[in-house]
């Protein structure tokens, strides 16, 4: 798996494992219908209890990333359930950096240059 837990950084480590597994689903590396590492084994190869990796799949799963099929186990759920709610919260984000840029000076032409150069790469 490529979760790596920080424990250096201030959050719960079951935070990290949501941060971290949500990446995964955004970035397409877990894809769709995907059956993800069971709480005992993913506990196993992190080294922690598998309490918080229970939490950390219910929190994904309230979220929408993943959904649990009794007996089976837990897979990754379909784009639609988790991408709107995604795409609004960094929406929300880049309206308020907007906002900070405007009241910094920088005009709309420099703005849209830049959204222009990030959408050629």
Sequence with gaps: MLIQIDYQDKRPIYEQVVEKMQNLIVRGIL??????????????ELSINPNTIQKAYQELEKLGYIYTIKGRGNFVASHTSWKVDRKNEYLEIMNDALRELKALGVSRDEVVASIDSLYKD
């Design 31 to 44: 894809s769709m219908d995907e059956k993800i590492p069971s709480v005992r084994s993913l506990a196993i």
